[in-house]
C-alpha cells in the first residue's frame, strides 16, 4: 500500500495548484490513501470549512491541521467531519479530535495529528498523550503528523516511536528537509514533509511584508505570494498486515 502526504497547503493559490496536479501524482506513484495538512488552507491562513471541502473534493481522505485549527470563525463546523483532525495534545472539551481511523475492510489506517510544545503552545506532552493513544488502536497502519517547530522535538518523536507507528511526518515549519529514513527498519520519518504554495516567497507568503516584520519589528500584513507554486511532501510504502513502512520517498512537483 502506499499513502500520499502532502505538507502544508498555503492559501487559495496553494490549494489551486494542488488541485490541478494530484489526481497525476496519484496516478504515476499508485497511491492508495491521500492526507493533507490543511491548517493554511484557508486565505490568509487557518482552514475553513469551504477550504476544507475543497481538499476533500479533489481527493484527500485525511485533513490534518496544526496551530492554527482554531483560528477562523465557524471551526467548530469544520471539526465535525470525522476525517478533519487536530492536534490530540489540545485539551479535552476542545471541539474535533485528534485520530482519524479508515475501515478498508481487510485492514485499518489510523491517523493522528499531534502538536509540539516547543516554542509552540502549551499544551498536553504529546509523548504521553501518544502512549496513551496507542493503548486503544487496534491496526498497526498507524501515521502520525507531528506539527512541531524544534527539529530536536521532531527527531525525538521519531526515535520514540520507532516501531511502534508506520510513520512520523513533521509538519510546520513549511521547509522540507532532506533527513526522510527508515527508523528501527520499520518507522518512515521525515523531519518536515515541507508546503504547498508559492516557490519563490517567504512560507507562502510575499516576501517584502514577511521581511518588513522580521528587519523592523513591526507589525505588518502578511498576504499570500501570487509567484508559481510547488507541491511538497512524502510517498510512504507500506506493508498493511505489519504496519511495516518499506520505503519514503519525498515528493517535490513543480
Known amino acids: 500500500m502506499k499513502l500520499l502526504f502532502i505538507g502544508d497547503v498555503v492559501g487559495k493559490n496553494g490549494c489551486k495548484f494542488l488541485s490541478e496536479k494530484l489526481y497525476s501524482i496519484k496516478k504515476e506513484h499508485g497511491i492508495d490513501i491521500t492526507v493533507i495538512n490543511g491548517e493554511n488552507s484557508a486565505e490568509g491562513n487557518g482552514i475553513t470549512k469551504e477550504s476544507a471541502e475543497y481538499l476533500l473534493n479533489m481527493g484527500a481522505d485525511v485533513i490534518t491541521t496544526g496551530n492554527h485549527c482554531f483560528r477562523r470563525y465557524g471551526y467548530e463546523k469544520v471539526f465535525e467531519r470525522e476525517n478533519i483532525i487536530r492536534p490530540l495534545n489540545f485539551p479535552e472539551g476542545c471541539a474535533g479530535k485528534g485520530i482519524c481511523t479508515l475501515d478498508f475492510g481487510r485492514f485499518k489506517i489510523a491517523v493522528i495529528n499531534l502538536m509540539g510544545t516547543v516554542n509552540m503552545e502549551p499544551l498536553d ?13 487496534d491496526t498497526p497502519n498507524i501515521f502520525v503528523d507531528f506539527h512541531a517547530e524544534a527539529t530536536s522535538e521532531k527527531k525525538a518523536m521519531g526515535h520514540y516511536l520507532t516501531g511502534k507507528v508506520t510513520a512520523v511526518l513533521g509538519t510546520h515549519t513549511h521547509v522540507q528537509t532532506a533527513d526522510e529514513i527508515i527508523l528501527g527498519s520499520h518507522t518512515a520519518y521525515i523531519t518536515d514533509a515541507g508546503m504547498t504554495g508559492a516557490e519563490i516567497s517567504i512560507l507562502g507568503v510575499d516576501i517584502k511584508p514577511a521581511l518588513d516584520r522580521l528587519r523592523f519589528r513591526h507589525p505588518t500584513k502578511f498576504t499570500e505570494s501570487s509567484n508559481p507554486c510547488f507541491i511538497n511532501g512524502a510517498v510512504v510504502t507500506f506493508n498493511e498486515r505489519l504496519g511495516k513502512c518499506t520505503k519514503i520517498e519525498r515528493l517535490i512537483v513543480r
Open 125 to 137: 506532552n504529546p509523548f504521553t498523550c501518544m502512549d496513551n493513544i496507542l493503548k486503544n488502536i
